[in-house]
Each structure stands twice: as C-alpha cells, then as structure tokens.
C-alpha cells in the first residue's frame, strides 16, 4: 500500500456544500435555495462585488464559520484515511479565519491534521508543496486548476460544479464514494 497525501478542502467538502446560504440569503434580502444555487460564483447569485462580500460577511457573520455541520461519514472516513496516508486541511479561507478554523476543526475532532489557510482560491503551490496524489475539493474552478496541473481530483457533486469534466477529476457524491476511490486506487 502507498502512503498518499490526500489534501481535503473544507468548506463543501467536510462540511455542506450550502452551509453559508441561510446567512448569505440573510445578509443580502434574499431567497436562494440549494437548487438555486447553481454556480458557485457568489457575485451573480447575490448581485453583490465579491469585495464588498468579503469584506461584509465575515465581519457580520463570522460564527457562521463555527456552526457548520460535519456532513455524513466525513469524520469516521477521514480518522480511517488517516491511519494510512498523510492528510492535510488545504482551504482558501483568509488567515484572520484561523482561530475559528482550527477550533471548529478541534471540536469537530480533526485536531490530528494541518492545516493551511491560503487565502486564495489558488491552492497549486501548496498542493505542490505538499506532493499531493489526491485532492478533495467542491470548488469548480479550484478543480479545474488542480486537474490542469496534473492532480487527481475528487469532485463533491454539487448543484454548482455540474458542468466541469475533466480526465483528471473523479465525480463524488459523498464520503463513502471518496473512501472507495481511495481504496482503489491504492
């Protein structure tokens, strides 16, 4: 059996891939619902510059972060995948989220695992960095950067990453497909 590096995304992956809709749908008068939520571009969802989002969300919304849910079999795979391989939380989210990521990581169980708040959607280099052999992401463009340098990615399908295909990345509908891919493809 080869050890892999398996870096894990976190929100969408680990947590729903819809957590922050209620609070988004709260900040900004809105309605969207799971189904309408079909790209992942938050600017044409809510008619709001991605500046102005960044700045506005976790200013108001910042214990959204915390309240997040673990998503079925996230936990119980990952403490398997752990005994035999190397993982990495590797998430775009901004270090000022830090404290709040590492503790809802800890109270969530996930303390054993680095993790590496980029602040940026380019996670390239640091997959790199980290020799990634498989990447766990939810993120369309994210995917599609990573499949493109090579990476084998396994895709959270969701309402927003529908149309991306590529040879690299893998369609998953939840932990047990990942868990299963894993198996096999070590």
Not at 24 to 51: A, F, P, Q, R, S
Not at 115 to 122: C, N, P, R
Not at 157 to 180: C, L, M, P, S
Request: net charge negative.
């Amino acid at each position: 059996m080869i050890k892999l590096n398996i870096c894990i995304d976190i929100d969408g992956t680990i947590t729903s891939p819809y957590h922050f809709i209620p609070y988004l749908n709260e900040l900004y008068n809105k309605n969207i619902t799971e189904e309408e939520c079909n790209t992942h571009n938050w600017e044409v969802l809510y008619g709001v510059d991605m500046n102005t989002m960044i700045s506005e969300f976790p200013e108001k919304y910042m214990h959204s972060y915390g309240e997040a849910k673990v998503v079925d079999d996230a936990k119980n795979i990952i403490d398997e995948l752990k005994k035999n391989h190397n993982l990495y939380f590797v998430t775009a989210r901004d270090a000022k989220l830090t404290d709040i990521t590492k503790n809802w990581l800890n109270e969530n169980g996930f303390e054993e695992i680095d993790v590496y708040l980029l602040g940026s959607d380019y996670k390239i280099q640091k997959a790199k960095e980290l020799e990634c052999h498989i990447f766990i992401e939810d993120n369309p463009s994210n995917a599609m950067q990573l499949a493109n340098e090579g990476m084998k990615v396994l895709l959270i399908d969701t309402n927003y990453n529908k149309e991306i295909e590529h040879e690299n990345i893998v369609r998953v509908n939840n932990w047990i497909d990942i868990h299963g891919f894993i198996q096999e493809y070590n």
